[in-house]
């Protein structure tokens, strides 16, 4: 696996320490374990587990608890929740870009994606991120695949992502990959520039989740609403559901009407375990000096 920085490493290891404590705390009676509690059942020391978090998360073990509830997606909805018709008038993507990324991003043509990739090469390589190991692709325009690999297997996410271009070359060189991969999991910062492969209905609903802001979420039914298709909400969600480019395209931030998590590709776990990570670091940003 390509380390990203001399942290990343360290960061994909808190993520670990983190799922393990997800699964104590999804298997524990309300209101959850204590600090003492969840660190015997993971094995470590109280300060320890308390250090872990907050170096992942930039707040307590107990204020993590709660965000990784499916309480904290409703929540969520009700405080944060993003209205796309007006985000290009309030400028909340702008400001709100992940770890001040400068996102650029250009569709392929209708032909290229019927084409199932033929005629492309795309590279890949594996790559710490703060959710546990990731696969990224890229073709010579930009990253087209992240896919996450904790839930799924490293060779179930591969084909997985391998399938939406069959037609495609495919290389492992994750040299190439890792000023983009760099950029793109906060090992530093800089530009990342996506190339979006797909339908044009797909790319759509990918563009409307691009003007999500970090730390607010959507509906399916809002995404149907922007891009013009507001009886489309099923088809909305079959697109959110094949973004290739996971994180970056913020397919997480995409819950159901009533507040539900909905699906994810990648697994609910880590979907829950990015909607708290970006609610931590908004809290924690919006803290004052």
């Known amino acids: ?28 009676p309300p209101p959850g374990p204590t600090l ?11 300060a320890h587990l308390q250090r872990v ?49 400068f996102l650029t991003w250009e ?7 019927a084409a199932r990739g033929a005629g492309l090469t795309i590279r890949w390589g594996l790559f710490d991120s703060p959710f546990g190991p990731a696969i990224v692709m890229g073709t010579e325009r930009g990253i087209c695949g992240i896919g996450f690999t904790a839930e799924t297997g490293e060779a179930a996410a591969l ?10 070359t495919y290389l492992k060189d994750p040299a190439v990959l890792a000023p983009w991969a760099e950029a793109a999991f906060g090992a530093t910062g800089g530009d990342v520039k996506l190339a979006l492969i797909g339908a044009p209905f797909q790319i759509k609903v990918w563009e409307a989740l691009l003007s999500v802001p970090s730390g607010h979420v959507t509906t399916y039914s ?3 609403r922007a891009i013009g298709r507001p009886k489309a909400v ?35 776990p880590v979907k829950r375990a ?14 004052p000096d």
């Open 159 to 168: 084909a997985d992502l391998m399938s939406r271009w069959p037609e495609a």
């Open 222 to 224: 809002e995404i149907a």
């Open 274 to 287: 990015m909607l708290a990570w970006e609610t931590a670091s908004a809290e924690a940003g919006s803290a």
């Open 36 to 46: 003492e509690e969840l660190a015997r059942e993971i094995g470590l020391s109280p």
């Open 1 to 28: 696996m390509t380390e990203l920085a001399p942290d990343a490493p360290e960061m994909a290891y808190h993520f670990h320490i983190v799922r393990r404590a997800l699964d104590a705390i999804d298997a524990a």
């Open 234 to 268: 099923r088809a909305v969600g079959t697109a959110v559901g094949r973004n290739p480019i996971s994180w970056l395209i913020p397919c997480h931030r995409a819950l159901r009407k009533s507040g539900g998590l909905g699906g994810y590709h990648w697994g609910l």
């Open 107 to 113: 569709a392929m043509s209708p032909g290229t994606y």
């Open 53 to 101: 978090f907050s170096r992942f998360a930039g707040v307590s073990p107990k204020r993590y608890q709660q965000y990784l509830t499916l309480d904290h997606a409703k929540r969520l909805l009700a405080e944060r929740h993003t209205v796309l018709d007006t985000v290009a008038e309030t400028g909340l993507s702008g400001g709100g870009r992940l770890h001040d990324l």
